[in-house]
């Protein structure tokens, strides 16, 4: 089986800084530079994740879950480590991620798909599939500004699953949506799984780390401390969890 993404011992840290200059007169003044905070958000991560996979991401927060994404669709450049990345990604990383508030929804539409590289042509035929599952049909031509948490939740949902891309990443912004639309995303994604798609998700719910993935990573403090079955490091990571509290 072919690989989708390989990271090799992939490192990303963050300088924070530790105070800031409450004016412009005193950053003027200041003739020392500023002191910094390392934060190390993924260590020496590896993973080789192969086509067709659905792997799930998870760990308490900051455990680095969202950086190793971002790091994936290169919206983070890694700190040291290799990241090497075989087909068309589409991602879903935050709200309204990708969406242009003063465009409308039929504009944000072509504007991303030509962004994932289709052209206008390939837009238009699938155009009304993507507005009959956001089910925008009715505020399709209204600016997005003017759109709901969850209308631009149905957009860029809609917009990340059906321009057909041979990798999805989503994070944990699916929990935004009602019922009805969660269980309408994962009917979807079983059909892109069934499709060969490949999947990373990053989610607190571990049920649908069970259920949807077939293998799950456990990040913990940007390290790698389990990566095998869904319910086996699941399990792994509750029994720490049940630990922690206990300590």
Known sequence: MAEAIVLQNVTK????????????????????????????ALENVTLSIQRGETVAIIGRNGSGKSTLLRVICRV???????VNVNGRISTLLDLGAGIEPELTGRENVYFNGAIMGLTTKEIQTKFDR?????????FIDAPAKTYSNGMLLRLGFSVAIETDPDILLVDEVLAVGDAAFQQKCYSRIREFQKSGGTIIVV??????????????VWLDGGVVRADGSPSETVREYLKAAHVNQEE
């Open 13 to 40: 840290v963050f300088e924070l800084p530790c105070e800031q200059q409450t004016s412009l007169k005193a950053a003027v003044l200041s003739f020392r530079r500023p002191s910094v905070r390392r934060l190390v």
């Open 76 to 82: 983070y450049r890694q700190t040291k480590g290799t």
């Open 130 to 138: 993507i507005v009959s599952f956001a089910e925008l049909d009715k």
């Open 203 to 216: 989610t607190h719910n571990l049920d649908v780390a069970v259920d949807i993935a077939t293998r799950t």
